[in-house]
């Protein structure tokens, strides 16, 4: 199979690096550019990046020169890392220009003809792909991954959704620095410290867990009716976010239940053994103390999410933890198993 | 006014050192005597403590000498920071021996005739001492406080609940490390993680928050009747428990009205000006990004709760962050203030 | 005795926050201004500064209108905390102006007619004062503190230069976040990390110590003629700068020779009692593994030197391990107690 | 090629975590045995072990069971990874018993007839061996690896040693949490804090270093005569100690001259192509702010030390930062490359 060009728009940034190193020696992508801003660009991607993975850059990636952000972008399926103005300006151009644009921005990832991609979870939103071409008159398109948080959340819920239904639940989040970004949170307020706050978070995973976890009745997203109170706070962990989870499932099963229920789930990125696929996309682990960020974040590459302490809920029924890569399956793992999958199922033409 | 001789018990740990720290210059009390196992008795006490506060251990107490913990201790008054077993065997005899013992152990807390003392929120508890004397024979007495994380939430919940009713609530704590005493966390542990499991605590706090805010009713406690949920997780913190609270409140009072009552409680320790009694017990913070625990766990030299974000819950109607020294108002300081009510009040005869 | 009228140059960073901390209640000074970029001049000071320090801000700064910095400022003292370019362009103007400038930047600290003046170490530098301001025309003047690190290396070593002379030395400084200021090093730097480089410091450690140890001539500065090499590392440490220091003393002294030497020391602050001078201002410990920041950092109120692990050095004759706070004795008390000790002499008119 | 069968001798610590890890899938090596202290022994492993690495245990251990430390361990080739008193009790009696112990404890590292083996260093050593079998009447053997800080230090010091000569140096070290095993370091010891000290590390640092670089002169191990000065320090790092060096060279070589000295250096476990030997031992960087633990220390899987910053020392002559893994070329690594190089040049029969 020949492979397809893919780029990485906003390649510099935290994101941008999960990118190239997840698509290095990709059996079915092609990086073949590298965006940045009018500043960045003309620049050699080795002078230009401050590299903050624990793995070196992939060979050859430091010498390519990076592009700036535009329309004539030469890949097929573009990834975007853009922070919020440049997906504004860039990728509704790059969708009309033909381009397949997977963004982890949170620019477009509420607009009523953009699907919220969860593979697993929602594979059948693309269809409001058909609505998004017709209507905007692109020859391209724009799928969105959710925000990180919730999309840990929303893959630790979908089988409880499906098996049980949700009624209302109350998280507390404990997330990662490199959510934040680089240089992101400055290390005096996070040293000793944890911050019981960040700006926007809580109305972004309400919104988008219940887009994730809703319909597409041919015309517009219909979301989950569920109830839903989120407390966000930064810790100071470099990669994984941990949310503990008090929820009311309708029926009020037993912990086994639920257990089996979230052991069980798997969906089409499993079924089709995409590239990036987890073997098991959620993982539970019996352990009274489990998970951790430094021990589970990477399980499964860090593409699953890691559940643990299911247990009875005084006072919504049932209440667990739910632990996840941020940068991989909450970021940048998550677009490039979204494109895996449209690819496979031939969505992309 | 004639001061009165105290001992601490346990007086090498963490909580011992606060002790020590609180009580150094205290207007109404003599450090008079310092025990520790029979491994240390008879040590100088700079010998054998690891000390760990930032502030240099108080003049002269360096050179005291560790007696054994024993029911012959020089002390009317007995600060408790002994371990659970040596809390079991020791605290009971001193009791009946006269002496009246402040205690943090959880070994007695949820004694039927045992106060769980809270100062501004439970005086009426104490009654209790009656009963516990008359049926123990004891002409000393125990009065208990609760753990780090219930004391401080229950400080927050109680004029929430005196001026609505709380039905039921869910709460995530993020604990300080000083909470596991010392050694405690091992730091392989901690660094760059967080440990969503600290075994036991989640029950106590849902069964101490129930006694703080229940009533005595002449013959036994009555806890109150409140469904509760914590989720309890250590956080690389050195001070300071964080805990995010959702609740439903009776009627219903909009965040102004929650505020307003925050603020303006008050209790006992603050109209008899108590040596230690911070002038706000609960500092209410109008910040988006507050309390913090290297910003506000010192507020009120540690005796306060400090309460921020207070906002509407979607779920459950009101939510906010409550944030508390755990070593100082979770702890040493509210026995110590606990002491200093009794005697002021004329409890301890 | 009036208070003179004081100004604070600079006032919402980290050595700022810390300069008003210091001067709030002063027995001689009394705050009257503070200034800020144009950018937040005319603000009120509690809607332009992020509180960084774990004290709540002194009553009544909050509500202090910021001025610009400029040589209008209406005050005799300025003590300034601001940024290279700022300090360009004002401090010599204010000096100008008649004011006398008491410095944490770096821009001055090397001219031929500035004093870098260490309270305890070379008061007869202010001798320069009468060239500065007779070359320059000025009616005020400005005085410098070194850098943080500078400091309490040329503290500790200023008894064993006096005592026994100073060959060569190398030292190691592992260094604090707050010495970057705020938003400073960000934390995906920090978590989990030692940073070995600090632009510029190495240059600097070295060029301020030689300056500090040396004497002024009458006409210029002359360098100690001391050979240094100095390696800096940034490490997750919120306040204190530790540095381990390999040196070649003259007559190779023995330990306990050294130890005498540097508990003895004392220097005009001490003979004056001036209100911020440390009674010791080297502490030395003889346990084997202090110092350490978070128990020894704030040892007389920040204002000392801690040294410890005085011991043999096969390569060089002495090793010991110093640490002292950065903002405090490392820049804002140090700019304090240099203008306490210029009024107690009488330097000011 | 037949594996040969190898042991790990306890098993459950952080450096016998290392070693499952590492002989996982060995091409030469068939893990058959771990071992413990008789009161984990008969247990499953998985039931034993508070597994610390970030990567899952690999399949099967878990499910091998715990037999006691002692003389009949059926393998051919035991890594040791005891603590000292258990490495005192057994190792000798393995080797006399046949077996070929590869040992990270420090029993036996000083022993005058024991190879401190630094694979790409000193093969030489190896002749004692011969010595050691006849002297011991033993048909198996003991060599042992150096301490994590040591090994780095060495292998960044050998060809320096090699083409200039070494006459002194200076070196602080900042040493990482898993050096000291698990629990280890109580993380109220390391949060916001540097311990200036490990005990016994810096006399073994000086020894063992010497013992590395010097010779083996047909009947005794003959130390190189290097002076050396060491300060060791513990700071807030999971894995990688990064150590400052100031070091005099013969013949002052310049900047360019020891760079192009450390690069060009491999040794016998290049040319023989070893399977854990990395391509490049000692990894040089230009950037102004390399190495750092986060960034550095899995270049090479951990097998190589990396070194930057070098430059003029204003004092000795010659300066550098040099940062490597702990556990991994520190400590199970460098044992499995000692093995793998002692069965490729047919040492072990």
Redesign the interface.
């Known amino acids: 199979m020949k492979k397809r060009k893919v780029a990485v728009l906003g390649a510099t940034g935290?994101v941008g690096q999960r990118f190239i190193s997840l698509l290095a020696g990709h059996p079915w992508f092609d990086l073949a550019a590298l965006t940045a801003s009018d500043r960045s660009a003309g620049k050699r991607y080795g002078d230009a990046v401050h590299?903050?993975l624990?793995?070196?850059p992939p060979d050859g990636v430091m010498d390519m020169t990076l592009e700036p952000t535009g329309a004539d972008v030469d890949a097929e399926i573009c990834f975007s890392a853009l922070p919020s103005e440049a997906a504004e300006e860039h990728e509704a151009a790059l969708a009309k220009a033909g381009r397949h644009v997977f963004t982890n921005a949170s620019t477009h990832r509420m607009d009523p003809d953009v699907p919220l991609l969860l593979a697993e979870v929602n594979f059948d939103h693309v269809r409001a792909l058909e609505a998004q071409r017709r209507d905007r008159r692109w020859s391209g398109s724009i799928v969105a991954n959710g925000n990180c948080t919730a999309i840990h959340l929303s893959l630790a819920l979908a089988p409880l959704q499906h098996d049980f239904g949700i009624e209302?639940?109350?998280v507390?989040t404990?997330q990662a620095?490199?959510g934040a970004s680089?240089?992101?949170?400055?290390?005096?307020?996070?040293?000793?410290?944890?911050?019981?706050?960040i700006?926007g978070e809580e109305e972004k995973v309400?919104a988008e867990t219940r887009k994730f976890l809703g319909a597409w009745d041919g015309r517009r997203f219909v979301p989950a009716d569920i109830?839903?109170?989120v407390?966000c706070?930064r810790?100071?962990?470099?990669d994984g976010h941990?949310e503990?989870v008090?929820v009311a499932l309708r029926g009020r099963p037993g912990v086994d239940e639920v257990k089996r229920s979230l052991r069980a789930f798997t969906g089409r990125p499993q079924e089709r053994g995409l590239p990036s696929a987890p073997k098991r996309p959620i993982v539970v682990r019996e352990e009274?103390?489990?998970?951790?960020?430094?021990?589970d974040?990477?399980?499964e590459r860090g593409m699953a999410s890691v559940v643990?302490?299911v247990r009875e809920?005084?006072?919504?029924g049932t209440?667990f933890?739910v632990?996840g890569h941020n940068t991989i399956r909450g970021a940048a793992g998550a677009s490039v198993l979204n494109a895996e999958l449209l690819v496979a199922e031939g969505c992309l033409g």
Chains 1, 2, 3, 4 share one sequence.
């Open positions: 935290t590299w903050l624990a793995t070196d209302r639940l109350v507390t404990m620095l490199s680089y240089p992101g949170v400055p290390s005096l307020d996070t040293l000793d410290n944890v911050v019981p706050f700006s309400e109830a839903m109170s407390h706070n810790v100071t962990v470099r941990t503990t008090s009274p103390d489990r998970p951790q960020p430094v021990l974040r990477d399980v643990g302490r809920d005084p006072v919504l209440k933890v632990l």
